[in-house]
């Protein structure tokens, strides 16, 4: 009896555990599609703003830079207005390789994120280990391509154009008298965010919990329970079992049992008289039913 309540309680604990589990990686997984969703977004705005280094209080002239735009303040007739250079469709009017390079890398990073959030469709076909295999690699290759676009813009600061407004000291690696935007300040956010992210899909694809299957395990009754109230309860529905030398053991009622049978621990009587191990004597009978009683032992 004590194995099978071990039995019980281990898997009631692990039942409860898996539960859980479930719950919590249900969450984490609506918080990792979430923050999937916030990073498509960040990745299309650092591609599109050219906002990645720009002039600041000591530079030589006004303006910012992007990926494959650039903005100058160009005097004019009428005054000083910024005008902006360089289109998508035609790479010639990038300012130089670098920024070339850099935008073809960022643009497949935003293409393989895109591709990731279509991959969410999948939850409804596949399962969720497959889809988040999938999810986590994509997300990866992302991360993978936008480092590679943040390392390679650099190398392009030595362009005539960047030194008009940065001031001749600027080269690779090396803004001159210009400072960082926030479009470059949150394309390396971004490389850190994918990342972790890349990691959690890989880590919920992974650690998939099987839910334990149930044994049945009959019933356990705790202390000294009165058999005759025991078999009224269960002889409409089943049979009750009983758990002896931890063999498993159907108990059914006689035929010609009286169910009217008054308990054998039911008379009143002083602690001390008998023993609970004693049995029931024929005064436990109330009186109206002794004759039947007799009528059952004659029988048997």
């Not at 940065?166 to 090396?174: L, Q």
Request: aromatic share 12%; glycine share 8%; net charge positive.
């Amino acid at each position: 009896m004590v194995a099978s309540v071990a039995q019980v309680e281990f898997i009631e604990s692990s039942q409860m555990h898996t539960s859980n589990y479930l719950r919590s990686s249900k969450a984490v997984g609506v918080l990792w599609g979430v923050f999937t969703f916030c990073f498509a977004i960040i990745d299309v705005v650092v591609f599109i703003q050219p906002q990645w280094i720009g002039d600041t209080v000591e530079s030589k002239g006004t303006g910012y830079f992007g990926l494959w735009k650039h903005c100058s303040l160009v005097k004019s007739a009428v005054g000083q207005e910024i005008i902006c250079k360089g289109q998508l469709e035609d790479f010639s009017t990038i300012l130089n390789p670098a920024f070339r390079s850099a935008t073809v890398f960022v643009g497949l990073s935003v293409v393989i994120i895109v591709l990731c959030l279509c991959a969410m469709l999948f939850f409804f076909f596949f399962s969720p280990s497959t889809v988040f295999h999938i999810c986590g690699w994509l997300q990866f290759f992302s991360g993978a391509f936008l480092v590679v676009g943040v390392l390679a813009f650099p190398g392009g600061w030595s362009d005539p154009s960047v030194q008009e407004v940065c001031g001749p000291s600027a080269r690779h690696f090396y803004p001159g008298q210009c400072g960082l935007r926030w479009a470059y300040i949150l394309a390396m956010i971004g490389v850190a965010d994918v990342l972790v992210l890349a990691a959690l899909a890989f880590t919920l694809a992974v650690r998939h919990v099987k839910l334990l299957s149930l044994q049945p395990y009959p019933i356990i009754y705790k202390g000294e329970v009165n058999q005759g109230y025991a078999n009224d309860g269960h002889r409409s529905r089943r049979s009750s079992t009983n758990t002896i030398s931890g063999h498993s053991v159907a108990m059914f009622p006689h035929p010609n049992e009286v169910h009217d049978r008054m308990s054998e621990y039911g008379t009143p009587h002083r602690a001390g008289h008998r023993s609970m191990n004693k049995p029931p004597s024929a005064h436990s009978y109330r009186p109206e039913y002794s004759s039947s009683a007799n009528q059952h032992r004659f029988h048997l």
